[in-house]
């Protein structure tokens, strides 16, 4: 995982004086991911996406098509919501300059599960489900599925079906047993 806010050593100036230029600070944009804080310095114009796979190597987000049209495999959390990784930029998230006091706030599939290794809820629900296929769109499953929990914690079969997600290998129905299942332990209604 790229190391946030790593210092750069100028050149060495000719003429041997020994004199090391300061280097002025980079600007950029500041924003959190899964807890931890990072600087983009790069194209502002990046797809989340991109910078999530590529500069961080948090690979669980996937492509899922032009726009984000495709499975729901790319959405991820954003300052609490369900955003396509795929659609918006990085200067779209307005996540604020450098040094601003709260970057924006993303969370993957990669910061569901606890620090001590433990699955989150939904995760361990889509194992003991088997609402898992191929596992393409899963991620995008886990995050919409989050999101919809933590506004409504005991949603409608309705609910469920109107997430934005597809999955081609045919796991709907389990992964709506799988969301129930979390709600119902979480709700207190024993019946998913
Ligand atoms: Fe394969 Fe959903 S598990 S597309």
Known sequence: ???PLQAQS???PSGGTGI???EKAREGIDLEVNGERFRHTGDPKMPLLWYLRDVLRLTGTKYAGERGSGSGADLVIVNGKLVSAVAVTI???HIGKSGSERPGNVLTVEG???GDGKLHPLQQAFVDEDAIGCGYCTPGWLMAAKELLDRKRNPSDDDIDQLP???RCGCQTRVRRAIKRVAAATSGNNKP
Do not use: Q, T, V
């Open 1 to 3: 995982m790229a190391a």
């Open 10 to 12: 100028a050149p060495a």
């Open 20 to 22: 090391i230029a300061p």
């Open 91 to 93: 200067e779209e998230l």
């Open 112 to 114: 569901l599960a606890g």
């Open 165 to 167: 997600n597809l999955c």
